[in-house]
């Protein structure tokens, strides 16, 4: 089956559980607990409610007290049993457990989020907890929910049993399996390599983790992080396929208040287009907070830091200029990057009480105003650690009328600085403030929770003058762009070293998904690209469906996201030139599909008439792709712009 092929399944399978289901209440109906005798072994399974999805399977030994984990879909076995299990100051939930009973129930999810893969969404689960009783009494309780795309788990904890010491949390995968990792670091910015799970070094991984075994994909990941826990990593066991779960790396303890939730453990699960589809990490984070969103809009935002440089953010005549040139191409955001409230005479890097004595952002603010636009700044976390800071700098920011902030360098996910996630994400929505986090963590569901955060950085991304490769690039929408927005911050096309061509490049516009969109182009490179600059002025942030139509991760990406009645294409490749051969998978009838392309001279528009389903064959360059837009074909239609 092909990656259009899968989708297509899923799509079906997906319809067919949202018609039985339609009748059901939202939440879990959780059947009373009930604990049968059970044998030296015993083995438990969960199902998806979709009889075509993952199946997860527990292995009890009653002997040792342990339970593991295995999970398989279409009978091939992507995770291996593994254990699973909490050690805490005073108890060990992790061996010598005592089976109390299982419930199970269904639950179904339901809820609209302001950026992703699509806005509206409906997921049905299956539930089932196991409980479990270790020496002393203590009480564990294995939730486990599974889904047509994936399975999760978490331990929940009814009582303070002190500080988590660590998980038992392991993740095997067969040896064989291919690995799309990137070493951990504090800010997540390394790139995505290939390898086979046990040929990966002896190090330590972050999440999201991506293996394939025999064309079925597991992507590790997690959900629902927060500051009562602390931050993952995966830690490889030498020559084997055995990922260990490491949640002492930032807090060697993990201070506990009362009972315990932990972050979900979740592993999303199918062929190629299930896995890039899936939106699981936000389906098992919580709720939205926030009782209005009204205020809150995603959109396109000329970034001005790789246009301008440092000495463009400390001038408000640059700005102005930037801000012209964003409302001439429809975009409602210009972002002013580092340096900006900075010192003009000394070069103080910090905050101080004379902000608003030398800025010049409250008269930027009016000029962008006047013309359609708003204005979102960069800040350093340092000069908002604090809750003083925070309230008295936020409400300063919104009293101006900046209506986002890139808030950079938190560099950690310790225990204390996810609590300031927390705190600071509650702080920034009170002031009606839009989120940008760099130098940050990657998205743990977060957005589903807090509709303001538009996107995070937490990639290898357009900054690195190394490194940066397209099979990087094409690793990305099945990793890193997986769990949620990201801000590689593309269109750079000023940069000689950036290793995509024009059209590759401006794919990357639809292929990554960021609910603020920073287009990092200057105005004399969109300006030389007429055909980039007529796309950009069309393309959204917001998307109503999101499909992949083709890829392999390290090798070729083209993804269809849909807005309205079009469906923007984005298409890229790493190596040699080619030609991309891909059904369009798109709703029943003629289309009119417009491709620019790298040409001779440069970008150009070719324009055919498909129907549903047909071969869109393209030619590309090397590291080269192509962007699209596709709109339903008449007679008297001659192009797919909005005014077409």
């Not at 809009?297 to 440089?309: E, I, K, Q, S």
């Not at 190394?466 to 949620?484: D, I, K, W």
Request: with cysteine; net charge negative; aromatic share 10%.
């Amino acid at each position: 089956m092909n990656a259009a092929d899968g989708a297509a399944a899923g799509r079906s399978r997906r319809c067919r559980m949202a018609v039985a289901l339609a009748g059901l209440a939202v939440g879990a109906l959780v059947m009373g607990m009930v604990a049968p005798p059970v044998a030296a072994a015993e083995r438990w399974t969960v199902r998806a409610p979709d009889p075509g999805g993952p199946v997860a399977d527990l292995t009890y030994d009653a002997v040792a007290g342990t339970v593991a984990l295995s999970v398989s879909r279409g009978g091939t076995t992507v995770l291996e049993p593994s254990p699973v299990g909490i050690v805490t100051e005073q108890a060990n939930l992790a061996a010598g457990l005592r089976f109390t009973g299982r419930s199970d129930g269904v639950v179904l999810e339901r809820y609209a989020t302001t950026v992703g893969k699509r806005i509206q969404r409906q997921t049905p689960m299956t539930e089932a907890r196991f409980g479990f009783e270790g020496e002393g009494g203590a009480k564990l309780s294995l939730v486990v929910r599974v889904s047509a795309d994936g399975v999760a788990y978490r331990y929940i904890l009814p009582a303070d049993y002190g500080a988590v010491t660590g998980e038992a949390s392991a993740f095997t995968v067969p040896a064989d399996a291919s690995a799309w990792l990137a070493r951990h670091r504090r800010d997540y910015e390394n790139p995505f390599l290939e390898y086979t799970a046990a040929s990966a070094p002896l190090a330590d991984f972050q999440v999201p983790a991506l293996f394939e075994v025999d064309s079925t994909y597991l992507l590790l990941t997690e959900s629902a992080l927060d500051g009562s826990y602390s931050g993952p990593r995966l830690l490889h066991e030498a020559a084997t396929g055995t990922y260990r779960l490491d949640v002492s790396f930032w807090d060697p303890q993990i201070a506990v208040d009362g009972p315990l939730a932990t972050p979900w453990r979740v592993m999303v699960v199918g062929d190629l287009a299930t896995v890039t589809e899936s939106t699981m990490v936000d389906d098992v984070a919580p709720a939205s907070r926030l009782a209005d969103t009204s205020w809150i809009r995603p959109g396109n935002a000329m970034w001005t830091w790789l246009a301008g440089g440092r000495s463009a953010q400390q001038s408000l005549e640059r700005q102005q200029g930037f801000v012209d040139y964003a409302a001439a191409r429809g975009w409602p955001y210009v972002v002013v990057d580092a340096g900006w409230y900075d010192d003009l005479e000394t070069g103080e890097r910090a905050w101080t009480d004379r902000v608003p004595e030398f800025t010049w952002m409250p008269d930027l603010v009016d000029y962008a105003n006047a013309r359609g636009v708003d204005i979102m700044t960069w800040l350093r976390f340092s000069d908002f650690d604090t809750a003083p800071e925070r309230a008295e700098r936020f409400a300063l920011l919104e009293q101006w009328g900046v209506k986002g902030v890139k808030l950079d360098f938190m560099d950690s996910e310790s225990q204390e600085r996810l609590r300031w996630y927390d705190d600071a994400l509650a702080d920034m929505a009170e002031h009606h403030l839009l989120v940008n986090f760099h130098g940050s963590t990657v998205p743990k569901g977060w957005h589903r929770t807090w509709p303001h955060l538009m996107t995070m950085e937490g990639v290898h991304g357009a900054e690195k003058s190394s490194n940066l490769t397209t099979s990087h690039l094409t690793a990305l929408p099945f990793t890193r762009n997986q769990v949620g927005s990201m801000d590689y911050t593309p269109m750079a096309f000023q940069r000689e070293s950036r290793p995509t061509s024009d059209a590759h490049e401006l794919g990357l516009s639809v292929v990554f998904e960021s609910g603020v969109q920073n287009l990092a182009g200057s105005p004399e490179a969109y300006d030389a690209r007429p055909e980039a600059r007529r796309f950009l002025e069309q393309v959204p942030t917001v998307w109503d469906d999101t499909r992949l139509l083709a890829g392999r991760p390290g090798d070729h990406v083209v993804m269809a996201r849909r807005s309205g009645e079009r469906w923007f294409l984005g298409a890229g490749t790493s190596g040699a030139a080619r030609t991309l051969e891909v059904a369009l998978d798109l709703p029943d009838g003629l289309w009119l599909v417009e491709v620019v392309n790298d040409g001779a001279a440069g970008l150009v528009r070719d324009r055919q008439v498909l129907n549903a389903g047909e071969m869109l064959s393209v030619d590309v360059v090397a590291e080269g792709g192509f962007a699209g837009l596709a709109c339903r074909w008449t007679p008297q239609r001659t192009t797919c712009d909005s005014t077409g």
